[in-house]
């Protein structure tokens, strides 16, 4: 009987990726729940964030893509995060530069804040390459 014992490694990125994944993965399926019972092409509202299904949905995809990744290893992590951290990023200045009018995913103040501090954080936290 051959019992092969497979330990994979335990990394501050593969930490990150999965403790950020799930939170996203979290936020995505509480929006979505919220914004059907309020109405799925409506604003909705969880705590002090502005959501809206598609805004879900990319919190969704997000979050399991970090998850899959800090699952699969150290490489796959720090590759995703930092992929994830320049999303988060761009997603959190984008936030930032759309007017109330022209806004398709319904980026508020606290979102921008929640992106761009979960940029700074996947970045910082995949640069160390651990």
């Known amino acids: 009987m051959d019992s092969h014992l497979h330990v994979r490694a335990v990394s501050p990125n593969r930490v990150a990726g999965a403790v950020v994944g799930a939170c996203y993965v979290l936020i995505g399926v ?3 729940t919220v914004s059907m019972i309020t109405g799925f092409a409506e604003e909705s509202h969880l705590f002090v964030f502005q959501l809206n299904p ?22 796959h992590a720090t590759l995703v995060n930092a992929g994830a ?3 988060y990023g761009l997603l959190g200045v984008l936030g930032l530069l759309l ?7 319904d980026l508020s103040g606290p979102d921008n804040v929640l992106h761009l501090a979960t940029a700074v954080g996947l970045l910082g936290i995949s ?3 651990k």
Do not use: F, S
């Not at 598609?54 to 490489?75: E, I």
């Not at 007017?99 to 995913?105: C, F, H, I, S």
């Open 99 to 105: 007017g109330a009018g022209v806004n398709p995913l």
């Open 54 to 75: 598609l805004h879900n949905l990319l919190h969704l995809a997000l979050g399991t893509v970090l998850g899959l990744a800090a699952y699969r290893g150290v490489r």
């Open 30 to 32: 509480a929006g979505l």
């Open 127 to 129: 640069a160390a390459r």
């Open 85 to 87: 951290g320049v999303c």
